[in-house]
């Protein structure tokens, strides 16, 4: 009988790596600056996922905390990328 | 039961954000990767975070996993919608198969507003389309 906490460590974390490590291809690869904003949302949406599975797989609810943080920050800078490259461009 | 639920739920999450991060490697240009990955992100954490909503039996939890499910519906468009425009001001060009370019002269130069009607010297006759794969891998 496989247990939710073995299921959890061996199959849904390394997804969730391996699909970080996927994105990161893109964001060393990313021909734009575009693409590589893109990616480090990704990535930081992707930390998310992990943080919430650790929280889960440690039970300790405090970790969700850190959570909304980083929703916060992804959000904030792709804002900030967007803006700075768009006005880039009129100098 | 309860375990096979939170199983199926943290299943299709990480699958949905697996599918995302092979969909930004794979898809042939910047606003086809920029529309896979933020639909798909955006499910695959939400599913996780309701997992934790079940898993943990206090109320602050599903306060706080429902908090950030709805702070990231609200603003994954609205950073996908405004790097998505920072992208198209600053030429990055769309995959070579595209068929039609819509926005093409639609956009002021200058003042960065959108207008239905089309600007005098801007060529619609000539949309930034990519001519080769490699403009845009």
């Not at chain 1, 496989?2 to 996927?22: G, K, N, R």
Request: hydrophobic fraction near 55%; glycine fraction near 6%.
């Amino acid at each position: 009988m496989i247990t939710l906490e073995a299921y959890f460590d061996y199959v849904i974390l390394p997804i969730l790596s391996i699909s970080v490590m996927l994105i990161f291809i893109r964001l060393l690869k990313g021909p734009a600056v575009v693409d590589r904003v893109v990616a480090l949302d990704l990535i930081i949406t992707t930390g998310i996922g992990i943080i919430t599975v650790y929280a889960i797989r440690s039970n300790q609810a405090v970790f969700l905390d850190v959570a909304i943080i980083l929703a916060l920050i992804a959000f904030l800078g792709t804002v900030a990328f967007a803006y700075y490259i768009e006005k880039q461009k009129d100098d | 039961m309860i375990d096979i639920v939170l199983a199926l739920l943290s299943t299709v999450g990480a699958l949905s954000i697996l599918f995302a991060s092979i969909g930004i490697l794979r898809m042939p240009d910047f606003y086809l990767r920029l529309s896979v990955t933020v639909k798909a992100s955006t499910l695959g954490v939400g599913l996780l975070l309701i997992c934790a909503a079940i898993m943990f039996p206090d109320v602050s939890v599903t306060t706080k996993a429902i908090a950030i499910i709805f702070f990231l519906i609200i603003t994954a468009p609205i950073g996908a919608h405004m790097i998505g425009r920072a992208a198209y001001f600053t030429g990055t060009p769309l995959w070579k198969g595209t068929i039609a370019d819509q926005l093409a002269g639609m956009y002021d130069e200058e003042t960065h507003k959108l207008e239905s009607e089309e600007n005098e010297g801007d060529d619609k006759e000539n949309p930034n389309i990519a001519k080769t794969d490699e403009e845009t891998e």
